[in-house]
């Protein structure tokens, strides 16, 4: 992790046990898209299973998401979602409760495809979602 650029640490409420990844300008439902392990997806927008509203109700805290630029993965946690996201111009990437239009965001370095990991920890019940950013392929 040492070599990425922290771009973005926040926490958000895991509303439905999901916290969305996203192109702002592009943002949709993933449930109208693919499914794997862990993640819904379309091409813009990449939901993120995670612990439940009710855990996180009863803990006290909300799921920390950290968002990087670079290409080492080493301590991010068990990758859910390794593929493209597409981005609008102007390029930023929204981080988002579910039902929630207001999110933090950061820029990209470019529009249309970007190669993005996920990584979730622990593996099932996610409290943190690290999400790196990689413009080496």
Known sequence: ????????????F???GRVEISDVAGRDSPDSGGR???????????????MSADQAMD???????????GTESRGLGTVVFDGPVSFSDPPRLGV?????????????????????QIFVNPPTEAEEVNVLIRYDV
């Open 1 to 12: 992790m040492s070599g990425n650029e922290l771009l973005l640490d926040t926490t958000v």
């Open 14 to 16: 895991p509303e439905y």
């Open 36 to 50: 794997v392990a862990g993640v819904a997806y379309t091409e813009r927008t990449v939901a993120v299973f995670t």
């Open 59 to 69: 803990t006290g805290h909300d799921v920390s998401v950290r968002v990087f630029r």
């Open 96 to 116: 988002y409760q579910l039902l929630d239009d207001e999110g933090d965001e950061v820029p990209i370095d470019r529009v249309g495809p970007v190669r993005v």
